[in-house]
């Protein structure tokens, strides 16, 4: 099976830093990137996809994605207590693009 | 908005009994999947629907059946429930071929006692 890596974490990070969070996948196939945010008790909820190498940005979240070396990196700046999370990475598995995979998640404590 | 929905939040079953979970999606989406999370192990990928009456198997279809008769609504069914299937169950659904998102309904948390 295709496999999906992400650190556990937790990673902690003060209030205003940047957490970077990064994720490494094997199939050098894979075409679709996503990034989800899950809260506790929550289902997961899209942050950021990315399809294309280098980076996306969207308000604080820069995603950035190095086919070559087959990892894709969330960025989020000014970190906000609010951000405290898990995030999942998710790549397409299949040609039709319509199956994913996901990492185990990486869990973002952001402290005050 | 997209809205995925699933008909319970909460569930308590027996062993031994029969379990429907229901998924009902409003934005006429070709495919809908159904997946459990377990501490530490993910999101794992049960069985998935890119049609009305057509699915596939998933990385973990053992003991699960799912069913789809109207494009909106795909159920999951555990024939005979068993402890380790307690568990977070998530439905899904996207759009047909491509760079599709997957919207998450919130969940269906299942005990089986």
């Known amino acids: 099976q295709k496999e999906v890596e992400q650190n556990s974490g937790p990673l902690s990070v003060p209030e205003g830093a940047i957490a970077s969070l990064n994720c490494t996948y094997s199939?050098?196939?894979?075409?679709?990137f996503f990034w989800y945010r899950q809260y506790s008790g929550k289902s997961p909820e899209l942050i950021m996809s990315?399809?294309?190498?280098g980076d996306k940005e969207d308000g604080r979240f820069t995603a950035q994605l190095n086919k070559a070396s087959q990892y894709v990196s969330l960025l989020i700046r000014d970190s906000q207590p609010s951000d405290s999370a898990t995030y999942l990475c998710?790549?397409?598995?299949?040609?039709?693009?319509?199956?994913?995979?996901f990492g185990g998640g990486t869990r973002l404590m952001v402290k005050p | 908005d997209v809205k995925v929905t699933q008909s319970s939040r909460y569930l308590v079953k027996r062993t031994g009994e029969k379990v429907f979970l229901e998924c009902v999606q409003d934005?006429?989406?070709?495919?809908m999947f159904w997946y459990r999370q377990d501490p530490g192990l993910g999101l794992r990928l049960i069985y998935f629907?890119?049609?009305?009456?057509?699915?596939e198997k998933g990385d973990i279809p053992e003991g699960y059946s799912v069913s789809r008769e109207k494009k909106e609504r795909f159920s999951l069914i555990l024939e005979s429930a068993s402890t380790n299937q307690t568990s977070m169950y998530l439905c899904?659904?996207?759009?047909?071929?491509?760079?599709?998102?997957?919207?998450f309904g919130a969940g269906t948390r299942l005990s089986v006692l």
């Open positions: 990315i399809y294309s190498n």
């Open positions: 199939d050098r196939v894979s075409q679709s």
């Open positions: 934005m006429d989406h070709e495919n």
């Open positions: 629907s890119y049609d009305v009456k057509m699915k």
């Open positions: 899904a659904s996207s759009r047909g071929r491509g760079r599709n998102i997957q919207y």
């Open positions: 998710a790549v397409n598995r299949n040609n039709a693009g319509n199956m994913l995979t």
